[in-house]
């Protein structure tokens, strides 16, 4: 059981470049995010999943796209990078128990990304 | 919106002392509260939660009371380990099951 997995671990674009982040769970869960890490400013929702074929708007959602391409993965795509985009990205996915059950997240290890 | 205030690190202690890293919140309604740390190179993990007022969360000899008062939710370890050398980030949950961090506490413990 992995969990949740990222590729790639580590990435420099020029800027201008596209790249895609890749995220994958093995975990059965519904919901999906992306979140980017900076310092001093913890987490901040980029995009959200709710559920397979829906994707919605987070906090910081200029620059990206995503996609739910299934239950397992949800991709962040940067069309044109910028250096204002490097940062520490982090995936996670929850569920959240029938009933009263709390709802948690769980992250992936992270992709740093530097643009210069 | 909500917001999540954390004490500035990093915070350097020695091998056996105790630890408080002070959290407070602004939320409209109730929301879960969240303490994950992050190890070296890796993503974050729950470390503890509380759900409602006066709520006590607690693992690996970490505890957290929820302080609907005060709007705190300080973390604190009688004898912290150098092992515990990590980010610690509070975190509110709110109505609509998104999660707001605050800035993250670097924690050094030295032998």
């Known amino acids: 059981n992995a969990g949740v997995t990222q590729t790639p671990k580590f990435q420099v674009l020029k800027t201008g470049q596209s790249m895609t982040l890749q995220c994958a769970q093995d975990?059965?869960?519904?919901?999906m995010y992306w979140y980017r890490q900076d310092p001093g400013m913890g987490l901040r929702l980029i995009y959200y999943?709710?559920?397979?074929?829906?994707?919605d708007k987070g906090e910081v959602p200029n620059g990206y796209n995503v996609s739910r391409l299934n239950k397992r993965e949800f991709s962040l795509r940067l069309e044109s990078a910028a250096p204002s985009q490097t940062s520490v990205y982090f995936c996670?996915?929850?569920?959240?128990?029938?009933?009263?059950?709390?709802?948690?997240?769980?992250f992936g290890p992270g992709t740093r990304l530097l643009v210069l | 919106g909500d917001s999540v205030t954390q004490m500035e690190g990093p915070v350097t202690l020695s091998e056996e002392a105790f630890l408080t890293i002070n959290c407070t919140y602004t939320?409209?309604?109730?929301?879960?509260l969240f303490w994950y740390v992050q190890y070296p190179g890796e993503g974050l993990q729950l470390l503890l939660k509380?759900?409602?007022?006066?709520d006590k969360g607690s693992n690996k000899g970490f505890e957290a009371t929820y302080r609907k008062e005060t709007t705190s939710f300080h973390l604190e370890k009688g004898s912290v380990q150098v092992s515990d050398s990590a980010v610690y980030f509070c975190?509110?949950?709110?109505?609509?099951?998104?999660?707001?961090f605050g800035g993250g506490t670097r924690l050094m413990v030295k032998p």
């Open positions: 996670a996915s929850s569920y959240k128990p029938g009933g009263t059950g709390e709802e948690t997240q769980y």
């Open positions: 975990m059965n869960h519904n919901s």
């Open positions: 999943s709710a559920s397979e074929g829906t994707t």
């Open positions: 939320a409209t309604g109730y929301p879960s």
């Open positions: 509380a759900t409602k007022a006066d």
């Open positions: 975190a509110l949950r709110d109505a609509g099951n998104m999660l707001t």
